[in-house]
């Protein structure tokens, strides 16, 4: 099993509201650039940037306009679930390189997403922008059914979504998107368009227990394939929340074939991977989400073993 190392803890400057905690709760995806984790959380409306070295707390960006409530139940209904953050290159009104910060898809209001530019060392800079993702998801819950997209990477010339497939009756899959078509839509300042779509490839990653892994995040490697995360999270939905039997980490083939999962030596509900290659050897750094506003997220570290680098 893959052995994890807590590395500190997302703690933040400042909350994102008065009466907020003062730390990311739930983590849902991670990129590294330069010197530089950012964080996106599935209960927020800002991107949390953090030193990638010590354990000073991190500064917040604002995607979205509003406040959500504090309360848990309202808070759920009204988030955007942000659930994947991916890096893309250069683009008009980025020059330096931008995030994505992609929603589930898993309910109506779950359909709006936002542009990060960067600067030169990796760090926030610029105007952020708001993008639809509804015609897209459109397109792809009529041919998956319900969706919760929760990992995306740029790999080659596509943009590959990860469709989290929640209980025995959820669809897990690997969606490949036209990554020149992508960019364009986001250079117009237009939502992505239905003929974006590529592939669309239905897997099962096993079990963890009696409970289904399914997809929670993606990173790129440089030869073209994927490190990714699951989790069995023993839910019926997208929307639910549920007891959580194991995670593991895994690699898509360049052309998205699962090809390696280990499972991890603890019971946490991994959602961000961060996946670059260092002398050889595929060195993560993950997050996870407790599903527990009190608690701050914790920040891993690990090496992927019997996987070349």
């Given amino acids: 099993m893959l052995h994890l190392r807590q590395r500190r803890t997302l703690t933040l400057r400042a909350p994102e509201s008065p009466g907020a905690a003062a730390h990311v709760s739930a983590a849902s995806g991670l990129v590294r650039v330069g010197q530089w984790l950012h964080v996106i959380a599935d209960d927020a409306l800002a991107l949390a940037s953090f030193p990638l070295q010590g354990e000073e707390p991190g500064a917040l960006v604002r995607l979205l306009p509003g406040e959500l409530p504090l309360e848990h139940r309202e808070r759920k209904a009204r988030k955007p679930d942000f659930e994947a953050l991916c890096l893309l290159g250069a683009l008009a009104g980025a020059p330096r390189g931008a995030l994505l910060a992609v929603p589930s898809g898993s309910t109506p209001v779950r359909v709006r997403g936002a542009l990060v530019p960067l600067e030169a060392d990796g760090s926030p800079g610029g105007a952020v922008r708001e993008v639809d993702f509804q015609p897209l998801y459109a397109q792809l819950e009529r041919e998956l059914g319900p969706l919760n997209i929760e990992g995306a990477a740029v790999t080659g010339t596509r943009l590959r979504l990860l469709n989290r497939g929640n209980g025995d009756a959820g669809t897990d899959a690997v969606v490949d998107l036209d990554l020149a078509r992508v960019l364009s839509a986001l250079e117009a300042g237009r939502p992505a368009l239905p003929d974006v779509v590529r592939t669309v490839r239905r897997w099962e990653l096993g079990r963890a227990g009696p409970v289904r892994l399914s997809f929670t995040d993606a990173s790129p490697l440089p030869d073209g394939r994927v490190v990714f995360t699951a989790a069995a999270e023993d839910t019926r939905d997208a929307y639910a929340d549920g007891a959580v039997t194991g995670s593991a980490v895994g ?59």
Avoid at 256 to 283: Q, W, Y
């Fill in 251 to 309: 690699v898509l083939a360049p052309d998205g074939t699962p090809v390696f999962l280990d499972g991890v030596d603890a019971k946490v509900k991994l959602e961000g991977v961060d996946a670059r290659v260092e002398s050889g050897r595929i060195h993560l750094l993950l997050v996870s989400d407790a599903d527990d506003p009190a608690r701050a997220a914790p920040l891993f570290e690990a090496v992927l073993e019997g996987v070349a680098g």
